[in-house]
């Protein structure tokens, strides 16, 4: 991986209190796929143990609704992360992620990370610490747009 790599995962949620030794450990171990518009990253209900750091592009986060419909929950960029719920648990995804655009993602797997807790633990506990910060994130975010919704529908009916 080259320094661009270094440069780009210290600048990511994942990376933001790792050293540039630690994140050259994590690219050492990781793998990067590149995504052609509407190309899928993962389906719901698939399981991979897999980390996802977005590093260029756009990826539509969708939640499938029926046979054919759908909703784009979110919309991920430079830097977010994606499947680390079922990086940790091991649970299936609960959302299928589709490239809105040419897109290029670092993958790194959970079994190779296990591997780092004996040679690398301060870098494998700022990585679970920044896996909760955007978990935290996520769940302040939909608390928020529950609020918005239930006060509009409350309204509604006043």
């Not at 209900?45 to 592009?57: K, P, R, T």
């Amino acid at each position: 991986m080259s320094s661009n790599d270094i440069l780009t995962l210290s600048q990511s949620v994942l990376g933001a209190d790792l050293s540039e030794s630690e994140c050259k450990a994590l690219l050492d171990i990781s793998k990067k796929r590149n995504l052609q518009k509407e190309d899928i990253l993962f389906k719901e209900g698939d399981s991979d143990e897999q980390l996802y750091v977005v590093v260029s592009g756009k990826i539509d986060v969708i939640k499938n609704l029926g046979a054919k419909d759908e909703t784009i929950m979110a919309t991920l960029t430079a830097g977010s992360l994606a499947g680390e719920l079922s990086f940790i648990d091991g649970e299936p995804h609960s959302m299928t992620l589709r490239s809105r655009k040419d897109s290029e993602v670092i993958i790194l797997n959970r079994s190779d990370f296990e591997g780092l807790i004996t040679t690398q633990p301060h870098a494998v506990y700022n990585v679970m610490r920044a896996i909760v910060r955007a978990s935290h994130k996520l769940q302040r975010d939909l608390n928020t747009r529950f609020m918005e919704m239930n006060r509009f529908v409350t309204n509604q009916y006043m």
